[in-house]
């Protein structure tokens, strides 16, 4: 379905829907697949160089369409872990952000999803200053891949070498992280603090 979208990360989008697990960690934005359409067009809207506004609905939709993978019985283990700076960062205004943290807590409900925060109070951590997703496959002929995605393009990493070391250092963020109970907790505590602004 992706090919009719003018998106520069198209392979990505493609190697996603075929992952049986997803490892996402991001530290300064909510990873796309959780993303509501008011965070999604606030980050696209402040683009550089800026997109055209029929360029950003289509990145919209797009981002939307991706997120029906979680809901399938199907669909890939999903496991994400945010920093909480991309939580307090307030795209969008108060009102999206009480809408995206909202939309986190239901996302990490679902059987096929853990969701898990570092809080502010874990200091300095192996990952603070990337992002980066680990997709592993089931299919013969077709390796596990890290995607890490930033000002300087798309970079997809696969030899052994490469996936050991996030692999590795996605368990050390797990181990570090609150579990999915505290997550939740403290992501509608954030979501309350919206609502004073």
Same mark, same amino acid.
């Given at each position: ?12 989008? !493609?190697?996603? /829907? ?13 990873? +796309? ?18 997109? !055209? ?14 997120? /029906? ?15 909480? !700076? ?5 795209? !969008? +205004? ?17 059987a096929k999803v853990t969701f898990q925060l570092i809080p502010f109070a874990? +200091? ?25 995605? +930033? ?9 052994? /070498? ?36």
């Open positions: 379905w992706w090919q009719r979208f003018e998106v520069p990360y198209a392979t990505y989008i !493609g190697l996603e /829907a075929e992952a049986v697990s997803i490892s996402d960690y991001n530290t300064d934005v909510v990873t +796309g697949l959780l993303q509501v359409e008011g965070y999604a067009r606030a980050i696209f809207e402040s683009s550089e160089p800026p997109l !055209g506004p029929a360029s950003i609905e289509q990145r919209i939709e797009a981002r939307l369409k991706r997120q /029906a993978l979680l809901a399938h019985d199907d669909g890939p283990l999903f496991h994400c872990i945010i920093d909480e !700076g991309a939580l307090r960062r307030p795209v !969008g +205004g108060p009102a999206v952000m009480q809408a995206q943290l909202a939309r986190i807590i239901e996302i990490a409900g679902l874990v +200091g300095a951590h192996p990952a603070l200053d990337s992002t980066f997703v680990i997709l592993e496959f089931n299919k013969p002929m077709v390796n596990d891949v890290v995607y890490v995605e +930033g000002v300087v393009g798309n970079i997809y990493l696969e030899s052994p /070498a490469e996936l050991e070391r996030y692999k590795q250092m996605f368990s050390r963020l797990r181990s570090i992280a609150l579990d999915p109970e505290s997550s939740a907790a403290m992501v509608a505590r954030i979501a309350e603090s919206y609502k004073n602004s």
